[in-house]
């Protein structure tokens, strides 16, 4: 997971390592209740494997950061992809399709500075 603080004269990114799929949303809200952070960007890869535990894994994540997303108060930012194989995630990772993280961060970036226009 990587989350984000950015102000117009420094720009400062943080990086979490969690265990694994499951805790990015947990870890992400406490994070953002803590306070400090401008926007969180969650980056992971969960891969197919030989049963479905990973479309489980996959959308309760998916859920537990659009529910913080909705009721937290930063922007959060989803780069978590669930790929078929190792060879899908990299070329979504910037091999052959373009940068999905870049692009995830591209679009918090974008919704950061509309939370700040829009502040209460």
Same mark, same amino acid.
């Given at each position: 997971? !990587?989350?984000t603080?950015?102000?117009? +004269?420094?720009?400062?990114?943080?990086v979490?390592?969690?265990?694994g799929?499951?805790?990015?949303?947990?870890?992400?809200?406490? !994070?953002?209740e803590?306070?400090?952070y $401008? #926007?969180?960007?969650?980056l992971?890869?969960?891969?197919?494997?030989?049963? $479905?535990?990973? +479309?489980?894994l996959?959308?309760?994540?998916?859920?537990?950061?659009?529910?913080?997303?909705?009721?937290?108060?930063?922007?959060?930012?989803? #780069?978590?992809?669930?790929?078929? *194989?190792?060879? $899908?995630?990299?070329?979504?990772? #910037?091999? +052959?399709? #373009?940068?999905?993280g870049a692009l995830a961060?591209? *679009? !918090?970036?974008?919704m950061? $500075?509309?939370?700040?226009?829009? +502040?209460?």
């Open positions: 997971m !990587l989350l603080r950015l102000s117009e +004269k420094e720009c400062a990114v943080e979490f390592w969690v265990p799929s499951f805790e990015i949303a947990g870890t992400a809200a406490r !994070l953002a803590k306070g400090g $401008d #926007g969180i960007l969650a992971g890869c969960l891969i197919e494997g030989e049963t $479905d535990h990973y +479309k489980l996959a959308t309760e994540v998916a859920k537990g950061l659009a529910k913080l997303a909705v009721e937290g108060s930063v922007p959060v930012g989803f #780069g978590v992809l669930a790929t078929h *194989s190792f060879e $899908d995630a990299l070329n979504r990772a #910037g091999i +052959k399709a #373009g940068n999905e961060m591209r *679009s !918090l970036i974008e950061m $500075d509309l939370y700040g226009q829009v +502040k209460k």
